[in-house]
């Protein structure tokens, strides 16, 4: 066949494939749930009074596609993501394609599609911006669209209970209010792009190690006031299609089949109208988890599919019970939009759009924790500069699981080596490039930090010496230490010792020590900065971004000053004897306790009411700007706080203003409470006043005998600040 005649046959086709699919279409666009108009609740009610029983059964748990339960089938129209819910065609309802982004979209190099890697969720949180934290759902929630996926499964908010989480990275640090914030605007940005969002994992799941046996075991109260609010504040913002129940047991039960958890909590005093999905293979039961509020179980049917139907006509699960469950996931539909704005796969994605707001975002993440002058580096001053470690030559680290997104052109240190999972990824971007874009007129030479001794003598003969450090952690396993890795602090050591003009860039997933500190003249934390990282971490450097990266995790000086000086289910003797940098789970363990006795008093609420000293407190970053606050007020009947604040430097920055309350000394809390914050924009010499709303939650104890929030009488002591341990402003007033 010629090629005239070859586009004539496929033309003549496509038109019979169209009016084929006209005389499909027509009748179920006339159909009353497909009426856009209509209320989501509704419309899921006029599908459900369709469905056969066989229908309703297979809306409620994942095909277990091969790659996930061998031997599965895997469907034509199977989008190659982390799980398919088949449809109902004949009703219009499409098959449900989940996708892995926490981060980015995972596996889409398998597809030959193109994923931006965007910051770790701890990076974005470090900039306190929720216009950024909503962006960084938009870039997931449009290329998710533009690759023919229906849902995100991201949306992870557990709180750093134990800053040696090997999923750290994935959430948003260790206070409720700012993690709860910041990924309830990034699921409102993957939502206003027609793609259902989730929040996940509910819920105290804050440590990997026996993450599928644990019992994480906490008050009511406690869980209520940190862990519970942060999810509770996600939702009410975030609004998302579904919750992702945990592996973990929490109080003795599974999370996946907890009442308490999923009935009385989410579903009764929150009122969550999505539905609840397992984490994949976080499915225990079939009767006890159906009738505690799970509504769908991933990626298989084992006990979500006969069985359940067995339990609905033996009568042992009602119908109304298995109806709600296919509710939660219609109405989820329809709200999202992925029935009225069905996903429009492309064959290419805008990989410069994606470039180009991860490293706004990285740019606004980064934080600087010390700088004796050195920076931003004065061009005119330095003509040589000694580039050490951390693969800084071709890239940077990104973490690792089901975040991992694939790297354009292969794993930068290892192009040609398929990736496993488990193995340290490093994308494209390397400083070392950027830094010599930025210093044209300087010498800048590459050393692999390999060995001490010969990166020390590089760092001799130059003016300045910039060492990366990184640290690799992932999915199913804990950093049994805080300190870096792989001889990390001996090479910063050594070269510190060789050059006093010695800069530290650390991409992390975690906070980690630094016994070198005070031998360093600057020290960047940078995290896991995504697919632009290379950029902005020079931008920085070289001052053409000003740092307005604050910290949304504590750092410690050592694990002796944590509530728990080792990871539960590590022996402390193997987190002190020389450990790995990250240590996978073993998945054989038997079930075992994590009691956090500490209650709510984690993070900078525990360094407080110990009265430790951490090595960098919570909200700390600096700028090549100062600040100044002066007169402070605050508003008792509409619980807002209003203050003025400068740029008393020599350049414009950004300062993020945060507010923090005391409760009233009846409470016999020794802590203060993140309340609120502010990013505001400054050029050097201006002044603006800011008005501030306080957030309700952030000020109320949980009564479990009233089972409510409550707000205790007395004086509340307000304070502002530049962080959680340098505020100057206070006041006391009561504002209850």
Known sequence: MNSHSLAVALALALIAHGACFAQQATPLMSQPWMNPSLAPDLRADLVLKQLTLDEKIQLVHGIGWGPLVPGSPVPPDNNGGAGEVLGIPRLGIPSLQQADSAVGIRMAAQQSRYATLLPSVLAAASSWDTEAAHLYGDVIGRELRAQGFHQSIGGGVNLARDPRNGRLFEYAGEDPVLAGVTVGHVIRGVQDNHIMGDIKHYALNDQETGRTVVDARVSKKAARESDLLAFELGIRIGQPSSVMCSYNKVMGDWACENDWLLNHVLKGAWHFPGFVVSDWDGTHSTEKAAMAGLDMQMPGEEYFGEALKQAVTAGRVPLRRLDDMVHRLLRSMFSAGVIDHPPMPRSVIDPFRGLEDAQHIAEE?????????????????????????????????????????????????????????????????????????????????????????????????????????????????????????????????????????????????????????????????????????????????????????????????????????????????????????????????????????????????????????????????????????????VDRAAKTVTFAIENAGGMAGTEIAEIYVELPKASKEHFRRLAAWQRVALNSGERKTITVALEPLAMATFDEQKDAWTWPSGVYTVLVGGSSRDLPLRAGIALY
């Open 365 to 633: 993440s980064i934080v600087l924790l010390k700088n004796d002058g050195t920076l931003p580096l004065n061009l005119g001053a330095v003509h040589s500069i000694a580039v050490i470690g951390a693969h800084a030559d071709v890239g940077v680290l990104s973490g690792g699981g089901s975040a991992q997104v694939d790297a354009p052109g292969g794993n930068a240190i290892s192009p040609a080596t398929p990736t496993r999972w488990g193995e340290a990824v490093y994308f494209p971007s390397p400083p070392l490039r950027y830094i010599r874009e930025h210093a044209r007129g300087a010498v800048v030479q590459f050393n692999d930090g390999t060995n001490a001794s010969a990166a020390a003598a590089l760092a001799k003969t130059a003016d300045v010496a910039i060492v990366f450090a990184d640290q690799y952690m992932s999915e199913s396993g804990d950093a049994p230490s805080l300190s870096l890795p792989d001889n990390q602090d001996e090479l910063i050591a050594a070269v510190a010792a060789a050059n006093p003009h010695t800069l530290v860039v650390l991409i992390t997933g975690n906070p980690v020590t630094m016994p070198w500190l005070d031998r360093v003249a600057g020290v960047m934390e940078a995290w896991y900065p995504g697919i632009a990282g290379g950029q902005a971490i020079a931008n920085l450097i070289f001052g053409t971004v000003v740092p307005s990266g604050k910290l949304p995790v504590t750092f410690a000086k050592s694990a002796e000053d944590l509530p728990h000086r080792c990871v539960f289910g590590i022996a402390c003797t193997q987190a002190l004897s020389s450990p790995p940098h990250w240590a996978s789970d073993d998945a054989k363990r038997q079930s075992f306790a994590a009691d956090y006795d500490e209650g709510v008093r984690f993070g900078y609420k525990w360094f407080d009411s110990e009265g430790k000293q951490p090595l960098f407190p919570f909200g700390f970053g600096l700028s090549y700007t100062k600040f100044k606050y002066s007169e402070l007020q």
